[in-house]
């Protein structure tokens, strides 16, 4: 998961940094609400951890301005108001979920969990696709439930593919989830994970599981209930490419 995190206490946040890295995510601190917003232009997260208290305002300001220009990413708002009406003006605003602080370290990283894969379509922690499983909560693979050995980075490349099945992900995508800042590696390195992905699910009989379309990047299908020999490969149009903003 790529993960932006808004909260305006350097202290708190560096305590939420180390949380949000047991879900094996990158995560991207920012202070302001409107340093937020540059970074939500620039990437594309899995979730917005939002803090009410930013350093230029309120949270729940913030969070409007999201959902006025239009970003739909999931956002956990962390809140330190019990009052049932302002808990509900920050749902209606356009939060997913709230957790109040002071707040449990193991029932944080589930919410952050829950909201990424309730809003791809998963209603458990273990991602299933055909015979594929990933495990969100102890982070491993599994295929007709026996192990599969990844390593990290291929454990992120499979739960992106996989929160976002059916979608093509372009390389640049790929980078983003796995590494951080600007100094991230070739996109050509995405190629040999996928490569040697391939080869390990190849090994079980399911290879074609992730799929190249060419010029784009990759796309994960959903193969459980169309025998592998005739899965049919659906033409792809041409996709713009990526708008990238300088920050």
Same mark, same amino acid.
């Given at each position: ?15 939420? #940094?180390?949380?949000?890295? &047991?879900?094996? /995510? =990158? ?16 990437? &594309?997260? $899995? ?7 930013? *350093?230029? @305002?309120?949270?729940? $300001? ?7 220009? @239009? ?16 808990? *509900?003006?920050?749902?209606?605003? /356009? ?34 696709? @055909?015979?594929? &499983?990933? $495990? ?20 992120? =490349? ?10 093509? =992900? ?19 390195? =995405? ?19 992730? $799929? ?6 990759? #796309? ?8 592998? &020999? ?18």
């Amino acid at each position: 998961m790529r993960i932006l995190l808004a909260q305006g206490h350097s202290a708190e946040a560096k305590a939420t #940094i180390a949380l949000l890295g &047991e879900t094996g /995510g =990158i995560v991207d601190h920012v202070r302001t609400g409107r340093d937020a917003l540059m970074y939500l232009q620039t990437y &594309e997260y $899995d979730i917005v951890v939002l803090d009410r208290s930013l *350093a230029d @305002g309120d949270g729940g $300001d913030a969070l409007r301005r999201f959902r006025a220009q @239009g970003f739909n990413t999931p956002v956990l708002m962390l809140v330190d108001y019990t009052s049932g009406r302002s808990r *509900a003006q920050a749902l209606r605003a /356009g939060a997913d979920d709230l957790l109040s602080k002071p707040y449990d370290a193991e029932e944080f990283t589930a919410r952050v969990e829950a909201v990424v894969r309730r809003r791809n379509g998963f209603a458990r922690s273990v991602l299933r696709v @055909g015979p594929l &499983e990933i $495990d969100m909560a102890s982070r491993e693979v599994r295929i007709d439930d026996q192990p599969l050995a990844v390593t990290r980075k291929e454990y992120a =490349i499979l739960e992106l593919m996989a929160l976002r099945k059916g979608r093509v =992900i372009p390389k640049q995508n790929f980078l983003d989830h796995l590494y951080t800042g600007l100094d991230g590696p070739e996109t050509r390195v =995405i190629d040999v994970f996928i490569c040697n992905l391939r080869k390990k699910l190849s090994n079980w009989g399911f290879g074609n599981l992730i $799929d190249t379309v060419r010029g784009h990047g990759y #796309i994960m299908r959903d193969l459980s209930d169309v025998p592998a &020999e005739i899965v049919p490969i659906p033409r792809v149009a041409a996709l713009p490419a990526p708008l990238r903003v300088a920050v």
